[in-house]
């Protein structure tokens, strides 16, 4: 009998504590609610404003002068690649200190449709990965301002530089 007691005594009690749900928000629920309230009035309120969209200026005619042709000097050999297409200036894309991880990014952008090569520099012993190589400094610029366009969520890729091969 005092088993069957404390059984229905406890199931009582759980019971109770149960099935009672206050009918109040914690306060941080009712703070939550109301933060959440005023973040989506916010959003919509900048979802109606008015944006002014600046027109295009066509870049055919620019001058010379707008393209950075900043560069790095280094003398560097070629690693691997098509025999003769290392000039003067080259776009790098990425350093390795590992050739492997250098060939890997050559070859994703050979399935892209460059002419990638990889250089070595003898003295740091860094692979260079080279996605353009020109005659001219300027050329090179365009190329390299191009890359960065054609892969604006590749951080690394916006990096870019350009080498001067001495």
Same mark, same amino acid.
């Given at each position: 009998?005092?088993?069957?007691?404390?059984?229905?005594?406890?199931?009582?009690?759980?019971?109770?504590?149960?099935?009672?749900?206050?009918?109040?928000?914690?306060?941080?629920?009712t703070a939550y609610d109301e933060a959440r309230q005023a973040e989506l009035a916010e959003g919509d309120a900048?979802?109606?404003?008015?944006?002014?969209?600046?027109?295009?200026?066509?870049?055919?005619?620019?001058?010379?002068?707008?393209?950075?042709?900043?560069?790095?000097?280094?003398?560097? #050999?070629?690693?691997?690649?098509?025999?003769?297409?290392?000039?003067?200036?080259?776009?790098?894309?990425?350093?390795?200190?590992?050739?492997?991880?250098?060939?890997? %990014?050559?070859?994703?952008?050979?399935?892209?449709?460059? /002419?990638? %090569?990889? #250089?070595? /520099?003898?003295?740091?012993?860094?692979?260079?990965?080279?996605?353009?190589s020109c005659d001219t400094k300027e050329e090179a610029a365009v190329i390299r301002d191009k890359f960065k366009?054609?892969?604006?969520?590749?951080?690394?890729?916006?990096?870019?530089?350009?080498?001067? /091969?001495?």
């Amino acid at each position: 009998m005092k088993k069957l007691f404390v059984i229905a005594f406890a199931a009582c009690v759980a019971f109770s504590f149960t099935s009672c749900k206050s009918s109040k928000n914690s306060a941080y629920k009712t703070a939550y609610d109301e933060a959440r309230q005023a973040e989506l009035a916010e959003g919509d309120a900048q979802m109606s404003e008015a944006v002014d969209i600046a027109p295009v200026a066509s870049s055919t005619n620019a001058a010379k002068t707008d393209v950075d042709t900043t560069y790095r000097t280094e003398k560097v #050999v070629l690693s691997s690649g098509s025999e003769g297409s290392l000039k003067a200036f080259s776009v790098v894309c990425g350093s390795y200190s590992r050739k492997e991880g250098a060939e890997n %990014i050559r070859q994703a952008l050979v399935d892209e449709g460059y /002419n990638a %090569i990889v #250089v070595q /520099n003898p003295s740091s012993g860094l692979y260079r990965v080279v996605c353009a190589s020109c005659d001219t400094k300027e050329e090179a610029a365009v190329i390299r301002d191009k890359f960065k366009a054609d892969h604006p969520r590749n951080n690394d890729y916006q990096k870019a530089w350009l080498l001067y /091969n001495k």
